[in-house]
Structure formats: C-alpha cells, structure tokens
C-alpha cells in the first residue's frame, strides 16, 4: 500500500506569463510568441487574465475532446457566465452543453450536411467564376472588399436566405462582435460592442424573423424543424442567428489568408496553378498556417489535471489553435512552412470534438470552390501594397489589402 506521503499531490509550479495574447503588436505577427507559449510548457498562466493557457496541439486537442470537464455553456469568451453577464443571449448550441448541445447540434449538422450542401455547388461555382472574371477585368484591385468579402456576402447570405438590403453595412460588423466575445471584455470588445449596437444588432434579429426569409434557405429549413418538433419555436431564429453569426467573417478571412499566403509564396500558388485539383489540400493548408480562429476559452466544471497541472473548477482555460497548428511537436520541423503538397488534415482550425465546426464542410466548398476559379484562370497574385490587418480578439484577417493578378 502507499503511503499517504506518496498519494499526496506533488505541488506543481505553473509557469506564469503577463503575455497579452490581444495586444494589436502581438495580432500583427502572433507566431513567435506562440512558439515562446508552447515552450514554456504545456500549461501555463496568463496572469494578466487570471486563465490558464495552452498553446501545443496534443493537450488542445485533449481539453476539446472532453466537454463535459471542459465546458463551453460558462461561455467560450474569458467572461464566466456563471459569474458576468453575457453581451447578448447565450448561442443554444456553441454556448451550450451536453444534452442540450446534442439536440440544437443535429439539426445545424442535417442542414450543413454534405449531401445538403453539394446542391449549392453550382451556383456557388458560377459566383466564384463572375468575381474571377470581374477581377481579372480590372487587373488591380483590393482582395478583401472585391473577393474575400464579396463572395460570403452573396452566396452564403443567399444560402440562408437572408434579404440583400443591408448585408454590406451590418453581417461583418455583427460578426466582427461575435468574435471579439471569444477573447476578455477590452477596449477593442467594447468600441466594437458600442458599433454593433448602432443597427446590427437590431438589424440580425430582424432578418431572422421566419417573414423575412427566402422560402428554401437554411433559415426556412431551421423554422420547418421547429414545425416538426426537432426545435423549440424560440429555438429557430436563434440558429438562424448562429448561422449568421458562425458563417460570414470566418470564411471572408480565411479567403483574405489564402490570397495573402499565395501572394507571399509565388512558388505556392504556381502547384495550384498548374493543378487546380490541389485546391481543396490548398485551402486546408491555408487554415493550418494561418488559422482563421486563433483562441477561445472553456471553463473547468471539476479539479482536474491537465499534463499534470492541477486546475481549480470554474477555471478558464484560453486553447491556442493558432498555435497548435504551428507546433512542430505535431507538424514537425516544418511546421512554420506553407507548403500545399503537406498533409494538413488533423489541424484544430475548425476545432475538435462535439463542438468542432458544424459549417465546416460549407466553409470549405466555398474556400476550394474560389480557389479552384482562381487556379483556372490566374497565373499570378501579386500583393501592390501593406495590407491592412483587421484586428479581432479571436479571428485574424484583413480590411484590405491591394493586389493585382493576370492571366496565363
Ligand atoms: C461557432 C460559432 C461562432 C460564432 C457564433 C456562434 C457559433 C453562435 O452559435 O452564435
């Protein structure tokens, strides 16, 4: 038998850092400090925001597999639900747990299911194959407003089934909110907060109303499940409002990260050229070296140890998926390298577990489906001036970015 000696906790001495993940010069080029984060060890305190951190790829993908340790119905923002009051009523499905998770989750996934979604490839193809000639006809243009922004705020917004007046002024500006919730409540969260106020806010509920809804987009469908008895009345409009949440900034960023990563690696982009059926590995090595969502939270709902660290219940828990898909323990020596013929898959850009992206599949027709349009008919991509980071306490993307492409 042991002693009682030996079954004693050994005290572990976290290591602690005042690192600010949100700083605007940390957003401009995170990866160093990624690499500083992961060395630290595989746990580590952000005492700046009384959370702990996690930066490498095997202990991220641990806590998103064990959701009911790692919970995500306290918020997935630093802000404890238990303890703040959240800026807007709880998502039913990403701020939710098992088994209310599970019923909201089946019906998002019936919807966004690949048999589902693969009717919308033609037209999501013909998009893509206009805004490609409309670009090339200019020559020089600006990728974030004319391409990466463009091409979500037509076809996503279509495939919900959303009204066109308003999409421009208020789906990102509503997202750009969402997605600074994923981080603490800072001056960024709150002007941006104060912004969204200004009409989004208002205007969202509006346009998930049933009334105003084209009668076979992802919004009528939603309210059809209610009619069935898969929903709560109630339970409708608020996943119309995840869609619209989850489903526009994400994808206009990660195009804005593809065009920008081929831009800088000529060499890149002359593979896919050549071969536009490499665009679909393309894109996914484009979310694993420059992941569109970097960070969110879970909360501890017992004691438990992760690598050994011990964690108090009711702890917040900051996981770095930007980091993980740099971390060279999964990715090896390579890992910082944007390389297309790698094999991407198994990076944490979507997330893991049961709340890994349920839009997945749709986010990736739409990033192939524009690359693939590109790869036919652009030769080369050449960034003309800085682009412009847009700064976000959880996504990374850009407000513009000037660029010029020819044809073979
Ligand atoms: C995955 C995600 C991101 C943003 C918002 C939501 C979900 C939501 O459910 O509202």
Sequence with gaps: MESAQTLQRPQVDVPATDFDPYADEVLDDPYPHYEMLRELGPVFYLSRYNAYGIARHAEIDAVLRDPVTFCSSAGVGLANFHMEEPWRKPSIILEADPPMHGRTRKVVAGLLAPASINKLRPTFERQAELLVERILDKGSFDAVTD????????????????????????????????FNAFGPVNERFKACLAKAQDGAIAWIAEVCRRENLTPDGFGAQLYKAADEGLLAPEEAPMLVRTL??????????????????????????????????LARQALEEVLRYESTFHSFYRTTTREVEVAGVPMANEQKVCV??????????????????????????????????????????????????????????????????KPVIHYNNSVRGYTSMPVSVSAD
Excluded at 157 to 178: H, N, Q, S, T, W
Excluded at 247 to 274: K, M, Y
């Design 320 to 385: 770095f998926i930007g980091s993980a898909n740099r971390d060279p323990r999964r990715w090896g020596e390579s890992a910082d390298k944007f390389d297309v013929t790698r094999r991407a898959s198994g990076n944490l850009a979507f997330g893991t577990g049961i709340h890994g992206c349920a839009g997945q599949m749709i986010a990736r027709l739409e990033g192939e489906i524009v690359l693939t349009a590109l790869a036919k008919r652009v030769r080369n991509i050449r960034l003309e001036g």
């Design 147 to 178: 391409l990466c922004e463009a091409y979500p705020l037509k076809v996503f917004a279509d495939a919900v089934g959303i009204p066109a007046e308003g999409r421009e002024k208020y789906l990102l500006p509503y997202g750009d909110m969402v």
């Design 244 to 277: 619209l949440s989850a489903g526009l900034d994400t994808t206009v960023f990660t195009l804005c990260n593809a065009i920008l990563s081929f831009s800088r690696h000529p060499e890149q982009w002359a593979h896919v050229h050549a071969n536009p059926a």
